[in-house]
């Protein structure tokens, strides 16, 4: 039986990947941003999951607003890096352990989440940045030390979808996962984030205390935590700090008590406050 | 008229919801197929022609053609979309929040490296001053 092993909530700021691809890491401005990740790269290794089970959003790259689905799974073979405007990350192709995304989006569908099965897609730094800051570099010619299941959550668009369906998707996940034969080790990434605002006069905007708080939550309360409502998020955390909606699918996939076992926070990167946990499940 | 919205009180902000994403859509239509090279070298050839191809308004045309940042927002824009305008002439998201709050590079990216800008007094329109903002 596969199995959910542990969580790891990650910000997925662009700025990180561009740092990483172009070699300023060791730079006085981003040093102490990369620095909370090398424990995190040990943790990998010594985690070595099999599958990621990566929850992420898509910048208008692979969904332009032609088409907004709010939760899309991953189900081709793999996922080559999009351009984005300044051509492809130097990053290997992102592959798929297809017949569990396959088990999955029928699972799911069958507990009613009613997802879109993607079976083309290419994918952005949303999903890209989070597995470099974990795994550390990776070039074109080399391979993700995982096999990786992406599922886009649209938080382009209001409303995302609710704190409370996130949490419970990822519950159903779970199930999911739980419910294949095969005897893997998955680890569950919720990305974006933390407090940031790109847009309109208010731009900058960073609420140091509202993210501690929200990492507090994760284990102290993280049902309570998944009833917040949208308008706190863009209030408090700004207009694209919503898309912490997304920590709570990788929440809801874990035990109801976890074992935080690394965090890191840090101010700025480029326009976002940087925020990361590592939360292991109690039981496995 | 729409419905009262719960996010109206949230100043210096523009939430783009399914209201705002019908105004705009074919403005940010226009603004992603930026993403490609090989549509941004038509599109910098000759603006007012690559813009014929998108039934956008006027307004919206114009202030494409003007580059008014926080206006193409006010009209439908979305951030990740104008940002891709934004980078087809050379301005990356730092520097394009430089632009719409008005504060310029500078004083923009020091503000962010000295922990960015506080939620006090930004939280609600009736609290917001603009001027103490910058
Ligand atoms: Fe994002």
Redesign the pocket.
Known sequence: MARITAGVGCS?VPAIGVAMDTGHTEDDYWKPCFAGFEKSREWMKKANPDVVFLVY?D?CTAFDASCIPTFALGCAAEFKPADEGWGPRPVPVVKNHQKMASHVAQSLILDEFDLTIMNEMEVDH?LTVPLSVMYGQHGIEDEWPAQVIPLAVN?VQYPAPTGNRCYNLGKAIRRAIESYDEDLNVVIFGT?GMSHQLQYKRAGLINKEWDIAFLDRLTSDPVGLSQMPHVEYLREAGS?GV?MVMWHIMRGALDEDVTEVHRHYHVPASNTAVGHIILENTTS | MGMKKDYDDIPGTIVFDADRGREGYHLNQFCISLRLQKNRDVFNANEEAYLDKYPMTAEQRQTVLDRDWNRLLEIGGNIYYTSKLAANDGINFQQLAGLMTGMGNEAYRKMMVEGGRSPEGARYLDEWDEKEQN
């Open positions: 997925h959003n910048h949303g938080v974006g694209e898309e």
